[in-house]
Nanobody, 117 residues
Framework: QVQLVESGGGLVQPGNSLRLSCAAS??????????MGWYRQAPGKEREPVAS???????DYADSAKGRFTISRDNAKNMAYLQMNSLKPEDTAVYYC?????????WGQGTQVTVSS
């Protein structure tokens, strides 16, 4: 089993930044081999991908995140991050961390991000 715990969410004004963290624990023998991703779900909407990073460090972003968000990972700490800049009200959502370990998917419990003046 792999446990994921997100943190770093909160209430911010438009234009500001937040950094989300995802801590992985449990039966992790090779965190660096796991693909990690961030998803979000706004009220009344389906969960959607935001950004991903594979075991080799290659990243991919949703169009809405390109140029504003940066995903990264620290394999030594079993951590993944999402740096979010220039936040907009439409970024308001619960953000979830996702891990893919040998095809098995794990999710965190989510962290709320609210962008409002």
């Amino acid at each position: 089993q792999v446990q994921l715990v997100e943190s770093g969410g909160g209430l911010v004004q438009p234009g500001n930044s937040l950094r989300l963290s995802c801590a992985a624990s449990g039966r992790i023998f090779t965190f660096n081999a796991m693909a990690m991703g961030w998803y979000r779900q706004a009220p009344g909407k389906e969960r959607e991908p935001v950004a991903s990073i594979d075991s080799g460090g290659s990243t991919d972003y949703a169009d809405s995140a390109k140029g504003r968000f940066t995903i990264s990972r620290d394999n030594a700490k079993n951590m993944a991050y999402l740096q979010m800049n220039s936040l907009k009200p439409e970024d308001t959502a619960v953000y979830y961390c996702k891990a893919n370990k040998n095809g098995r998917i794990y999710w965190g419990q989510g962290t709320q991000v609210t962008v409002s003046s």
